[in-house]
Antibody, heavy 122, light 108 residues
């Protein structure tokens, strides 16, 4: 059974940094691209960042480009997102999402973690 | 950026009745369209990919059609457990991979 478990969500002050982690199991982690998707409680879904299976290709939403960095450690079956310069509007549940292939282009999002809550507030 | 819209925002349907949800893309996404179901307190779950292919374990009362810019998700005989928000999403070649705003399906 595929499992994705996020961690690292916390209450932080504006301008601070935070690192989210996601550990995958039940599949060959290094074979699949991954995404982060966020959701403000009670609102819709927003794609945040993507990384290819090898980690050699990455993409970001305009809202986080230059502040967030997605990376992965395939030896540890883990996906990360380093978040810097956090803003109040970054408050959301952050989901780790697996796609159905090695490339994040034109591959559907087939498995989601349960999410981790990031709250940015003074 | 391709914008995804969904209608209606809320749909109230009696058990056993049909629910029809619409999704529209501002530009063609071909067949790179997925549907997700999200229940309160849960992560989204993949229902449909490739515009019409049911994901593993999804019951046949869920069906979908469409291509290009117009897509439809149909729940043929609504069950109480189908109460949820349904999102469409494009996943074609160009980021950002946007989601529609969702349709909330309520049981009458």
């Amino acid at each position: 059974e595929v499992q994705l478990v996020e961690s690292g969500g916390d209450l932080v002050q504006p301008g601070r940094s935070l690192r989210l982690s996601c550990t995958g199991s039940g599949f060959t982690f290094e074979d699949f691209a991954m995404h982060w998707v966020r959701q403000v409680p009670g609102e819709g879904l927003e794609w945040v960042a993507a990384i290819s299976a090898t980690g050699g290709s990455r993409g970001y939403a305009d809202s986080v480009r230059g502040r967030f960095t997605i990376f992965r450690d395939n030896a540890k079956n883990s996906l990360y997102m380093q978040m810097k310069g956090l803003r109040v509007e970054d408050t959301a549940f952050y989901y780790c999402v697996k796609v159905a292939g090695a490339d994040y282009y034109n591959n559907y999002f087939d498995q989601w973690g349960q999410g981790t809550l990031v709250t940015v507030s003074s | 950026e391709i914008v995804m819209t969904q209608s209606p925002a809320t749909l109230s349907v009696s058990p056993g009745e049909r629910a029809t949800l619409s999704c529209r893309a501002s530009q063609s996404v071909g067949s790179s369209l997925a549907w997700f179901q999200q229940k309160p307190g849960q992560a989204p779950r993949l229902l449909i990919f490739g515009a019409f292919t049911r994901a593993t374990g999804i019951p046949p009362r869920f069906s979908a059609t469409g291509s290009g810019t117009e897509f439809t998700l149909t729940i043929s005989s609504l069950q109480s457990e189908d109460s949820a928000v349904y999102y469409c999403q494009r996943y074609d070649n160009w980021p950002p991979w946007t989601f529609g705003p969702g349709t909330k399906v309520e049981i009458k």
